[in-house]
């Protein structure tokens, strides 16, 4: 019988900054007494330590002085973040990367998913070389007045995967790798596009920013608004600083004050 799943979302890996390289460039420039003060990463961690010490780079306002035309300098990492963004400086958000693990995500999901490419890199389960054995699959609330012909469909589809790898002698012993292959393959286009799967998904703080204002609008895709309202709420306690500006209205959209970083 088909398994019934629901998408679940995991941040698995965030930056982690060498602070004893950071303090020897800050050395030979003159910003040791920025480091000093920032020697707790704060609530956005690292991730939000790398982008404020981006940004500083490019105006060398580690301290008033160093630059002759810097007399003061914003000392609050949320207020320099909140600078940032409505400077909409958001080259320097791209030096931060996020991973999340997309657990029982459709297909119909993955394939919107990676339509995204600039800054973000994907790993996605391969039906290539994945026997399909059992589906899972998630009914969008939209069918559920037909639930059960969707789920009595999906299911005849699970046994052919199974009845036609059993037809095609695929366990037999001495079959070669690259015949299961092939008709592992093959199986997979008379599979359900809807069926549940496995991403691995990289995406810098200025592309998590722009899917998941996207992603998360009254007209975008359902599973995705799913998916992408859970991204932003982990990125909004995980990058308040960056994500300060976000907020989620009663249709669940999250909505930047500043959309043009």
């Known amino acids: 019988m088909p398994q019934e799943t629901a998408p679940e979302i995991y941040l698995i890996a965030r930056p982690a900054v060498d602070r004893e390289a950071m303090r020897a460039y800050l050395s ?39 630059n002759p035309n ?57 039906l290539r070389y994945v026997r399909l054995v059992d589906i899972g699959f998630r ?20 046994e052919f995967q199974v009845s036609a790898a059993m037809a095609l002698h695929l366990d037999e012993e001495g079959i070669p790798f690259h015949v299961k292959k092939e008709v592992t393959s093959a199986l997979r286009r008379l599979a359900p596009i809807g069926l549940s799967t496995d991403i691995i998904m990289t995406m810098n703080l200025r592309t998590l920013r722009h899917v998941v204002q996207m992603r998360t609008a009254a007209g975008a895709e359902e599973e995705l608004r799913l998916i992408f309202g859970r991204v932003g709420e982990i990125m909004k306690a995980e990058a308040s600083g960056v994500f300060q500006d976000f907020e989620r209205d009663q249709r669940g959209c999250w909505e930047p004050g500043f959309p043009k970083v």
């Open 139 to 158: 009914v969008p609330p939209v069918l559920e007045p037909v639930r059960q012909q969707v789920l009595e469909l999906v299911e005849r589809l699970e």
């Open 28 to 66: 030979a420039v003159g910003g040791e007494s920025w480091l000093e003060r920032r020697d707790s990463p704060g609530p956005g961690g690292d991730g939000e330590l790398l982008v404020e010490f981006a940004g500083r780079t490019c105006y060398r306002s580690w301290e008033p002085g160093l």
């Open 70 to 126: 810097v007399t003061r300098v914003r000392e609050d990492p949320r207020a320099y973040l909140n600078n940032i963004l409505k400077s909409a400086h958001g080259s320097v958000l791209e030096h931060a990367n996020y991973t999340f693990a997309l657990h029982n995500v459709s297909r119909v999901a993955t394939h919107e998913i990676v339509r995204h490419r600039a800054g973000a890199a994907y790993s996605q389960e391969s």
